[in-house]
């Protein structure tokens, strides 16, 4: 079906490549990149790190699926050169004329870094990748030769070959920054995406840029409150191991991300609010959850939407029946908000 027509842009994400087996991956992401196609979203987010599927591979699999579908790929200094990606979206757009979106992480895990010799200290990381996103971003909007001098990239007249094609949507690579206050400052050169606090906690007024950002959040809704706990709570219960394995991870990782949302964590209402942190908790995601009925969580959404929010990136879905209970989500959200 085509894109709903009310000014959001929902990404579902990828399944973990990690759990993927061997002879039936391809088939599994071709079948889940149809069905967030049908469910109208804009993209779907590729995960990477040191345990997944190389994320070009993955988002190929997903473009030669589906007729529109935008791959959210994540990238990271630590695997590539910014000529790279920059001729890896150019690639994409002349093979298949297709947008690429992409999603620029530092690197939060210190052992996949060390392990590849990435001594790069936290702050100083997220400064490379604002060069890193700036040589991409240069090389995608010319046709010229392109020189560049930083601390951590320097090229000098190099021409992206074959350029960017014209038919593309002039947006071309977005390009979005997950992070901490040096991930935020990095984002206002492109798009960016934030810890999503309960909307309560917003402003009413919109932000600077922030229409131009995006949270990442998981849905269970259902029709009344109490199905909808039902399900989230038998999908995610209370697991020690779960918890254990969390605090193991925050300690291997200076992530300012994951450690803001575990001060949520410390502080948000209980289960009778919308706003659920017990998935990350349990080290089962890495994002907030909202809870509750359609017209609850949609209530929520569109409080999301009201302080300038328009691009929301799911969490990886149970099943494709869960798209279609989120879609009736954003469907009244909309329904409440003039989306700009």
Request: proline share 7%; charged share 20%; with cysteine.
């Amino acid at each position: 079906m085509p894109a709903p027509d009310h000014g959001l842009k929902i990404f579902s994400t990828c399944p973990l490549s990690a759990q993927a087996r061997p002879r039936t991956c391809i088939r599994e992401l071709q079948e889940f990149a149809r069905a967030s196609e049908e469910a109208g979203h804009e993209g779907i987010l590729v995960f990477t790190d040191n345990s997944q599927l190389d994320p070009w591979l993955v988002s190929q699999i997903v473009v030669e699926a589906t007729e529109r579908l935008c791959p959210l790929v994540a990238i990271q200094p630590a695997y590539m050169h910014p000529y790279s990606v920059a001729k890896m979206i150019t690639s994409f757009a002349h093979l298949y004329g297709r947008r690429l979106y992409l999603n620029m992480v530092a690197g939060g895990f210190k052992n996949d870094l060390l392990a590849l010799n990435d001594l790069t200290p936290h702050d100083e990381r997220y400064a490379r990748l604002l060069e890193y996103a700036t040589v991409i971003q240069s090389l995608l909007r010319t046709t010229e030769p392109v020189s560049f001098e930083g601390r951590y990239y320097k090229v000098t007249n190099l021409k992206l070959t074959p350029p960017l094609p014209g038919r593309v949507d002039a947006g071309r690579a977005r390009l979005g920054i997950f992070g901490s206050r040096h991930g935020r400052r990095a984002a206002t050169e492109g798009d960016g995406s934030g810890v999503p606090k309960p909307p309560a906690e917003y402003a009413t007024a919109p932000s600077v840029n922030i229409a131009s950002r995006g949270i990442r959040i998981g849905i269970i809704a259902r029709s009344e409150d109490t199905e909808a706990w039902s399900v989230a709570r038998a999908r995610y219960p209370e697991d020690r191991k779960g918890q254990l394995t969390h605090q193991l991870a925050m300690k291997v990782s200076d992530s300012s991300w994951h450690r803001q949302l575990s001060e949520l964590g410390k502080t948000a209402p209980g289960a009778e609010n919308p706003y659920w942190l017990i998935p990350f908790q349990n080290y089962k995601a890495v994002c907030p959850f909202l809870v509750g009925s359609y017209d609850r969580v949609a209530d929520e959404v569109a409080r999301y939407v009201d302080v300038g929010y328009r691009t929301f990136i799911l969490d990886v879905p149970a099943s494709v029946e869960e798209m279609h209970h989120t879609g009736v989500v954003f469907e009244r959200a909309a329904a409440r908000c003039l989306v700009a």
